[in-house]
């Protein structure tokens, strides 16, 4: 009887063992994942501020790109005036030269 008493005190105090290693695996997994949580929070928030990022970066280009443009524009504006300018002088002098050569 003594013997059984004490298997069976050795069997419950395995039991309690394992109960409170099965209770620290528990904690330990619920903690794994509250930190996979707080990572996959932490990603997405990485992921919304690079492409919050990549969104001004493509509105500065575009205002670049359309600034430039612009310049573009005014300096073809500016040689096609000055073409037409020049056009016209020669035309000028040659009608002066003809007059000339008449005379």
Do not use: P
């Not at 990572?39 to 001004?56: G, L, Y």
């Not at 443009?69 to 003809?98: G, P, S, Y």
Request: charged share 35%.
């Amino acid at each position: 009887l003594r013997v059984a008493a004490a298997d069976s005190a050795r069997l419950r105090a395995d039991v309690s063992r394992r109960d409170a290693q099965a209770e620290k695996a528990e904690g330990e997994k619920g903690e794994a994942k509250a930190s996979l949580e707080k990572e996959k929070r932490r990603t997405a928030q990485a992921v919304c501020d690079a492409q919050a990022r990549a969104a001004e970066a493509e509105e500065a280009s575009t205002r670049r790109v359309a600034a430039l443009q612009h310049d573009l524009d005014a300096a073809r504006a500016e040689v096609e005036e000055a073409t037409a300018k020049a056009a016209e002088a020669a035309q000028e002098l040659a009608v002066m030269a003809a007059s000339r050569a008449h005379t």
